[in-house]
């Protein structure tokens, strides 16, 4: 079955620093999503892609944040100078654009120290 | 802001026994409902959607929707330990994002 997958699965990084996340949606699904979860918080929405463009994003998603579908497989999260509260869950998610079920990848796991 | 709120539990159940699991969302104009399971240090994991108001069935699962009143449901029928995670309601309105209640933890005591 095919599913979404995440790279790395987990990330340690220094305050400032530049992360990517990496993630390869469902081969025929036209929307990508990201969201992020903090440690016993709920899952909350970053941004949504399609068309390879921006179609909604968060207000937790500011300047220092960015997503990029490079080639045909790869959708990509960067954050440009990480910070502490950075610190959380991934998880990439993809859709059809015909049922509105969005599936979800494993996670990232990132930690910002 | 667009609200969506779970009884945070725990709920514990014994095995083979019904989970109820309750759902509210305050924007009127949502048109898709989903049910996702989450262990811990996992990814959600999508168990039912619904669409229209009433039930809907899927194997021990049985998600209800009532738009007019704002509120789904879940239901776990025959829970197993297995089942022990917490469950997540997300709503999906016309932007193609999901908004999530912070979950229901369920506890399945053997």
């Known amino acids: 079955e095919p599913e979404v997958t995440q790279t790395p699965s987990h990330q340690v990084t220094q305050m400032g620093q530049e992360v990517i996340l990496r993630c390869v949606p469902i081969s025929n699904h036209l929307y990508f999503y990201w969201y992020r979860q903090i440690l016993g918080q709920k899952v909350e929405f970053l941004v949504s892609f399609y068309n390879n463009e921006i179609s909604e994003k968060s207000e937790i998603f500011d300047d220092q944040f960015s997503v990029e579908r490079p080639d045909g497989s790869n959708f990509t999260l960067k954050i440009r100078s990480t910070k502490l509260e950075d610190s959380a869950m991934y998880f990439c998610?993809?859709?059809?654009?015909?049922?509105?079920?969005?599936?979800f990848g494993p996670g990232t796991r990132l930690l910002v120290l | 802001q667009k609200e969506v709120e779970q009884n945070s539990g725990p709920l514990s159940v014994p095995e083979g026994a019904i989970a109820s699991l309750n759902c509210t969302y305050s924007d009127r104009v949502s048109q898709s409902f989903f049910w996702y399971r989450q262990y811990s240090g996992k990814s959600p994991e999508l168990i039912m959607s619904?669409?229209?108001?009433g039930d809907k069935e899927d194997g021990r699962f049985t998600a209800q929707l009532n738009k007019a009143s704002q509120y789904v449901s879940l239901l776990i029928r025959d829970s197993q330990p297995s089942d022990s995670a917490t469950y997540l309601c997300?709503?999906?309105?016309?932007?193609?994002?999901?908004?999530f209640g912070a979950g229901t933890t369920v506890t399945v005591r053997a």
């Open positions: 619904i669409y229209s108001n």
């Open positions: 997300a709503v999906g309105s016309n932007d193609y994002k999901l908004s």
């Open positions: 998610a993809s859709e059809d654009g015909t049922a509105e079920t969005q599936y």
